[in-house]
């Protein structure tokens, strides 16, 4: 468990980038659709389509570096130079042309990615010209090489120089050997991906044979938080989005059109009273506009530092809007995962739930755009505004909104509760007071404690006496960091900070009890 929390200190600003990159790109999406902002005429204008495209691009690539980001920051945080953080991304590069070169073909269309423009051509040596490009592997690529660069890096430092290769320094030879390293990693995943590729179109091909029945449904759901969390959403997205998956239709003119968004937005266009599609987005917009608030507010009301509140509450607000004018599943996914595990387990099932619920209720709101997939921002709230002014859907939106306010009241208090009692063995209550009352003897003692607050990641302490805590104590017993402020300790303990600060008011407030009970003897 320290471990994941570990790894959110390193995921927060690669996810930071990825967040402020979908936000730019949902306005710059917003202002692109004239439906919407038809008084701005902003496409009219050189300058105004030059803002829509900078504010897109800058999103389509936040996201397409993220796993790259994300590597970066893994490595920074884990060594020291700069040589393991150069080493590490040249092997990416490296691990990644191998799964290029020695990659099979016709594992589908979304199985690929030309990551930073990486494509190669063949034609002079084949019958055929085809193009191949590398896996779309996600951040399952980043963990590979750096499992490999932390291998190497280490042996690297115990290496004798006086030998045939004496003349190479420890850090060239490092990079050298790290990049042979992930270049073997490279072939034996080029040789290896397809089977997990061949195990996820199978759960997609059990999902289609009836995209209708509740059952498949809630595997969608559940499986779209699985692949999201590991920034392999492209797979279901591209093959339930866009193409025949999703489900398909012929108009009088023989023409085909196929995918979930595609079908949305030839029927809506075509102002048809009722659109049967639309239902692998429209848990978007309760996503968007009411679980992701709904957590944000959760964590800022287990905060009982009132300087941490203000500080905290113009970020939580700005979190919101940004949520519910272009929010991303993927980044919330993540952040779930790293922040609580188990909530992140209950988020995978409620949104199975969801996802079977509302076809059933007849509730179906898409998505209309025809863009690249990693620029498609849907579940937007100025999108649900405006399916309020269309007649056809007007009792649709009222239903998910009513759906929505449930979700919301249902993750706020969920997120309340998992950070006070579920993120601690709350099934173990001797284990979980044992642990708590060892915070407290390396805090000093009950007696040393003069107050504590928490957030749902840090304990903030104020003792008596600072000689009588031990710090090693503290990172020893499970603490992630350890800060001396001007506020106070700063002590991170995760998602059970919570938990660690109710137990330890408790046994404050019955510590002076006591001491206030007892009768003052006068001489």
Known sequence: M???????????????VLGTGMFLMGIGNLLENQNLFPFLNINESLAGVMIIKILQNI???????????????????????????LGGVCSYFALMLMTM?????????????????????????TSQTFIKQPYYTGIVSCIIVYIVTRIVYGRSRRRFEYGFF??????????????????????????????????????????????YGPVNLFIYGVFEQILSA???????????????LGGSWTDNFGKTYTGDINLWTVFFDANYAYIPYGRFITPYYLINIFIVPAFLWGTFSVNTDKIQRRKRILMIILLTVASCLSGSPVLFNIALLLLAPGMFVIH??????LYALLPLIDVYLGYTYSGILDMATPGSLVNLIEYLGNNNLYIMVIKLVIIGAVAFVIYFFLTRIYFKYLSADFLDLASNNHFNNQVIQDLGGIANIRMINSNYRKLFVHLYDPSKMSKEALLESGAIRFADTRAGYEIEFGSRSSNIRNYIQKELTKYREEINSKPVIKE
């Open 2 to 16: 320290k471990r994941i929390q570990y790894l959110w200190n390193i995921m927060k600003l690669p996810l930071f």
């Open 59 to 85: 999103g389509l690539y936040s996201v397409r570096f993220f796993p790259l980001n994300f590597l970066i920051m893994f490595l920074s945080y884990r060594f020291e130079g700069a040589a393991p953080v």
């Open 101 to 125: 070169i020695f990659g099979k073909n016709g594992l589908g269309t979304y199985a690929y990615d030309s990551l930073y423009g990486m494509s190669v051509t063949f034609s002079e040596f």
């Open 166 to 211: 004496g003349f190479i320094s420890n850090d060239f030879w490092y990079v050298l050997n790290d990049i042979f390293w992930c270049c073997l990693a490279g072939i034996a995943l080029a040789y290896g991906w397809p089977y997990a590729v061949k195990a996820i179109q199978s759960v997609f091909a059990y999902i289609a044979e009836n995209i």
């Open 230 to 244: 590991l920034k392999l959403d492209n797979y279901i997205h591209g093959e339930f989005w866009l193409s025949a």
């Open 348 to 353: 995978c099932l409620i949104m199975g739930f």
